[in-house]
């Protein structure tokens, strides 16, 4: 068995946190290997947390077990839930959104909600505040460990009852597709969408072609110029901007060897939006 089990929070690492949960699952099994995804999510945000388990949890084995603890609404009528994703891996998590971006690109199999009599750790009941380390790190270690399986969890549920972030997918009207800006490539200030590949292409748009590209910051059109779509920064010239695929397999919009948000001052998320239009 791998006992591979990756950690995501927005814990930070200045304090004694993440390590807590460290030591939780290592309590459940010494053999458990434990990676982090990351733990600068910034507080409370549950779509960064989505949008961070999208980049991550595809390319991890199967039975890869993810502990992600953005929990603004700890201690709360919220579910503790456990999915299985469609490739395989499984996602310890509050209900509260974290789940979107999978759910919208790689799909869920299977969700449960994570029952105490089993994924809480012992003793910890009087404790309301810290359900990372009291049920999330101890179900996920006892997940990866084999110590339990996924079905000993707890409970199904409907995956139509869990948490959607709003404004997940993009909507296309004839030779328009109107998104999001849902993140930056953070380095390089790239904008990354909701728009897939699989969208795009249907507009017909080939390599060298010619994009009507919008953003808007709510009502205010902010940017508007005619962007040819290619697969490389290079096959275009050092400061012209460029359609292109993301390692995502969504559509960016990026300057070679330039930083498109800082040059325009774009933002992301509600209430940024992109529009992408062909002439037919």
């Given at each position: 068995?791998?006992?591979?089990?990756?950690?995501?929070?927005?814990?930070?690492?200045?304090?004694?946190?993440?390590?807590?949960m460290y030591g939780v699952a290592l309590s459940v099994d010494d053999e458990l290997r434990i990676y982090d995804l990351t733990h600068e999510i910034p507080p409370f945000d549950t779509f960064e947390a989505s949008y961070r388990l999208l980049q991550a949890v595809p390319y991890w084995p199967e039975g890869t077990v993810f502990v992600t603890v953005v929990d603004p609404g700890v201690g709360s009528t919220r579910r503790s839930c456990a999915a299985l994703t469609e490739s395989g891996q499984y996602i310890i998590s509050p209900d509260n959104g974290s789940l979107s971006h999978i759910s919208r690109v790689i799909g869920i199999r299977e969700v449960r909600e994570i029952s105490e009599a089993v994924?809480?750790?012992?003793?910890?009941?009087?404790?309301?505040?810290?359900?990372?380390?009291?049920v999330f790190a101890y179900t996920g270690?006892?997940?990866?460990?084999?110590?339990?399986?996924?079905?000993?969890?707890g409970e199904v549920f409907p995956k139509e009852e869990l948490v959607m972030l709003e404004g997940m997918y993009p909507k296309r009207e004839g030779n328009t597709i109107r998104g999001m800006i849902e993140t930056l490539d953070v380095r390089f200030g790239s904008?990354?969408?909701?728009?897939?590949?699989?969208d795009f292409e249907a507009l017909g748009v080939q390599s060298g072609d010619s994009v009507d590209v919008s953003i808007y910051n709510g009502r205010t059109h902010v940017y508007h110029s005619f962007v040819d779509f290619f697969h490389t920064f290079a096959d275009v010239e050092v400061g012209e901007p460029l359609l292109y695929i993301n390692s995502m397999d969504h559509v960016g919009l990026?300057?070679?060897?330039?930083?498109?948000?800082r040059a325009y001052n774009i933002g992301t998320r509600e209430p940024w939006r992109i529009v992408l239009s062909v002439r037919q």
């Open positions: 068995m791998r006992k591979l089990l990756v950690f995501q929070s927005d814990f930070g690492l200045v304090d004694g946190a993440v390590s807590a994924g809480r750790r012992r003793n910890s009941e009087r404790s309301h505040t810290f359900h990372g380390r009291d270690a006892l997940l990866a460990s084999g110590k339990i399986t996924f079905e000993q969890i904008l990354w969408t909701n728009i897939s590949r699989t990026a300057i070679n060897q330039g930083n498109f948000a």
